[in-house]
């Protein structure tokens, strides 16, 4: 039980560390704006205008939403003179993070299922 109590602590830091991805991610409209993105196939990045015109969303909305998924680590931005273009980002860290997160959900809970009474499907 000491194994598992140790596991639960190592998944609230893991949650903690990653609260601001599962935040990002979290919110539809976030959501459909990586999937906006990866249909319009810009490698090189696509202006907020761009991503306005393909979504339902005012521009200061989608400024919003980028910024956020920005500070999580999930886009990036390149700059060419005045103007800004957002892509998403390819470093593995965040997205390890939340596979490592997931890994240790399914570790602790096959873990408390191992020491729970055998149950019916019915329950």
Same mark, same amino acid.
């Given at each position: 039980? #000491?194994?598992? =109590? *140790?596991?639960?602590?190592?998944? *609230?830091?893991?949650?903690?560390?990653?609260?601001? +991805?599962?935040?990002?991610?979290?919110?539809?409209? #976030?959501?459909?704006?990586?999937?906006?993105?990866?249909?319009?196939?810009?490698?090189?990045?696509? #202006?907020?205008?761009?991503?306005?015109?393909?979504?339902?969303?005012?521009?200061?909305?989608?400024?919003?939403?980028?910024?956020?998924?920005?500070? *999580?680590?999930?886009?990036?931005?390149?700059?060419?003179?005045?103007?800004? &273009? &957002? &892509?998403?980002?390819?470093?593995?860290?965040?997205?390890?993070?939340?596979?490592?997160?997931?890994?240790?959900? &399914?570790?602790? +809970?096959?873990?408390?299922?191992?020491?729970?009474?055998? #149950?019916?499907?019915? =329950?």
């Amino acid at each position: 039980m #000491r194994e598992l =109590e *140790a596991d639960i602590q190592a998944l *609230a830091q893991e949650f903690s560390g990653c609260r601001h +991805i599962l935040q990002a991610l979290g919110d539809e409209t #976030r959501q459909h704006l990586i999937l906006s993105m990866m249909q319009m196939g810009q490698c090189e990045g696509c #202006r907020v205008g761009a991503i306005t015109e393909k979504t339902s969303l005012s521009r200061p909305a989608v400024s919003h939403h980028l910024q956020i998924l920005k500070q *999580a680590g999930l886009l990036k931005v390149r700059r060419e003179g005045t103007k800004n &273009y &957002y &892509y998403l980002s390819v470093d593995e860290t965040q997205w390890r993070e939340m596979a490592g997160l997931i890994d240790l959900i &399914y570790e602790s +809970i096959k873990q408390i299922m191992a020491v729970l009474p055998e #149950r019916t499907n019915d =329950e």
